[in-house]
């Protein structure tokens, strides 16, 4: 008899902790701190690394899509499509991002503001739409949230800032794997 029940405990067990689970995702406060032309809405919530108490993580929803998590490896990937396109306003989208990396500072608060950006920062680049899978707007915000993540967690960090130094330079293979490995960072 009792191993007639055995399945229907853990089923019971396994909603009752996906339950819990969901309440503590549900608890936790989230600011939406941009969206773009494109209706690609740009938030932070809070991190849990030790580094720093205003530690957040950087998060993105497309339209009709799932909410997904930036990474290095996406933004330098799609820097490569784009220069596939356009090489010279690519690299010109570089600079421009390298300057952006040097004048950021960490933050002392909850929800981190945007310190270099502006939209006019955006028309010199549009033509590089028209390929890949993020616009110019949102590589620029995303690349700036997560630098000053960096900035905050680590200041004197600088994965970011050697991705797009190294972007155009090395070899692409060396520059992506140092944007996949962890262990690098």
Partial sequence: MKRLFRPFVGVYYYLQSSYKMWKVRRSQEDALVYTTEANVQIGVYPGKKPESPYD??????EPNKRERT????????????????????????????LSMLASIKPINSFPPSLQYFKPEHIEPFKDLDRVGEFTVE??????????????????????????????????RFQVIQKAVLKRLR
Avoid at 148 to 167: C, M, R, V, W
């Fill in 56 to 61: 957040f993580i950087v998060k993105f929803r």
């Fill in 70 to 97: 930036p990474a290095h490896v996406h933004l330098i990937v799609e820097m490569y499509v784009k220069h596939v396109s356009d090489p010279q306003l690519t690299l010109r989208l570089k600079e421009h991002v």
């Fill in 138 to 171: 949102f590589i620029l915000i995303v690349t700036e949230f997560m630098a000053i993540q960096e900035k905050t967690n680590y200041p004197e960090g600088s994965l970011t800032e050697s991705l797009y130094k190294d972007f155009g330079v090395k070899d």
